[in-house]
């Protein structure tokens, strides 16, 4: 719950920026109207179109199938060292392609079919799967035989088959599927299977390099031109990625939730299915423009679909898959090995003969943070910077702010801005603290306003209104509803008074008057 309803809530705010987005245009066509529903994608695509204007036809023209294929077995390469040799082998359709997949040391791990396109007789979608599973016989690893199947559209005269953004995420999200596959090392069947909520992590995490800009230019090539997909295009593809996640989260994430809500159940005696469902989605704020994604009444995943407590897998997935490529991307090296070594054995060669938390553990060095998902998103809000954070940061801040002294060296003042003082004076100018032009305003009005005090003026715009006359701190007001600045105010105190005042500051009052040093034990800091 805790996971679902701190991605839920960012996403249903963000939902409803998009949401007033859309609402211009709708009112333009039906003036007094109430947007609905069963608008949004309608309303949705004419935003996408006049925000992002990201052409998907020519974005194909860099996707041919055979370019994204040669793109996952580079990017494999670059990873783990495997390559993927053709070879000629039994098929099941004469479209299908075979590759002997051969390990860093040439040694053979395994083999890869692929099978791309539809027929009357095969099944919409996509997946990965076995025909072969590694397994141990006499001591003795026998490779796995996998199988991606996808359903994309053929080749036309001389043209290609071209696949969309979403067709070539899927490819490189299937080919995740077949590298944990091969991978695979485990001796008994029974540890063979990873939990629900972690298999689809070797899929996800393969999404995110599927477009990365480095990725991107070495297999994104025109297939008539040959010409290397143009950064333009790169920059429309990478902004458009963030459009609607409000709503595609709010969705995902609604669905998940009453998914909880109904398991949890103790007594379920008469219940009236939709009345629950609307309650538990009105008290969390979904909007009614927004429906989960599925409804109880046709929610098969949750009652025969083997997804009962479990549809928050997706999420969770993401969050675990975000994470991990943000460690390659902190390194500095979207491919870097060591990196891959890890997530090669000691996760996706290990089936599930650890726990998959605890695996995940052995590589990352720690619990998975979901900030990379919400960023990825487009969900993420940085936390706002408190006053006293920025006073530390920048000197002009430390010099004519922290200390005062207008009467003599033994009546020292630290006097700390109000935060919501300052924010509503730069909001009047459309200013933030967030930015540098926000930050130096901000440093303007403080030395401005300074300034005026010692000519005998008041304090009013910026700092608390009350001002005593004693070796103190003036700490922000109302001081109990701002504790949390209090700590950043210290780093302050010992930064920058320890040596010259501490030795004389033994009194900090707040506003009411009340001497807290003793508490806070300043000197000790």
Known sequence: YDLLEEIFFPAVESAKLELEEMNKMFQQDYPGETFDKADWWYYAEKVRKSKYQLDEEAVRQYLSLDNVREGMF???????????????????????????????DQSHLGVLYIDPHPRKEKSGGAWCGNFVEQRYVNGERKAPVVGIVCNFTPATGNTPSLLTFDEAETMFHEFGHALHCLFADVRYRGLAEVEGDFVELPSQVMENWAFHPEILKVYATHHRTGEVIPDALIEKIQRASLFNQGFTTTELAAAALIDLDIHTLKQATDID??????????????????????????????????????YYFYLWAEVLDKDAFEAFKSSHDIC??????????????????????????????????????????GLWSEPEEQIEEAVVEHSAF????????????????????????????LKEQGLS?????????????????????????ELETMFPHRWLPSTFAVLPEPFTEQNGMINSTMKVVRGKVEKAYADRLDHMYTPEGKNIYNELNIKSL
């Open 74 to 104: 580079y990017l494999a390469n670059r990873l783990y060292g495997i390559t993927f040799r053709p070879i000629t082998a039994p098929r099941y359709h004469k479209e299908c392609t075979v590759y002997q997949v051969l390990d860093h």
């Open 273 to 310: 299915i939709n009345a629950f469902e609307s309650y538990n989605l009105s008290k969390r704020g979904l909007i009614e423009q927004i429906a989960p994604r599925y409804r109880y009444t046709y929610f098969s995943h949750i009652f025969a679909g083997g997804y009962s407590s479990g």
């Open 336 to 377: 870097d090995t060591a990196l891959a070594h890890s997530f090669r054995y000691d996760l996706l060669a290990q089936g599930g003969q650890r726990p998959g938390m605890e695996m995940y553990r052995t590589f990352r060095g720690a619990d998975p943070d979901k900030s990379a998902m919400l960023k990825a998103r």
């Open 398 to 425: 430390i010099d004519n702010i922290i200390l005062y002294n207008n009467q003599s060296p033994y009546t020292t003042a630290l006097i700390v801005p109000n935060k919501d003082k300052i924010n509503a004076f």
């Open 433 to 457: 603290l967030k930015d540098e032009e926000g930050k130096k305003a901000a440093i303007k009005g403080i030395r401005e306003q300074l300034a005026a005090f010692e000519k005998g003026g």
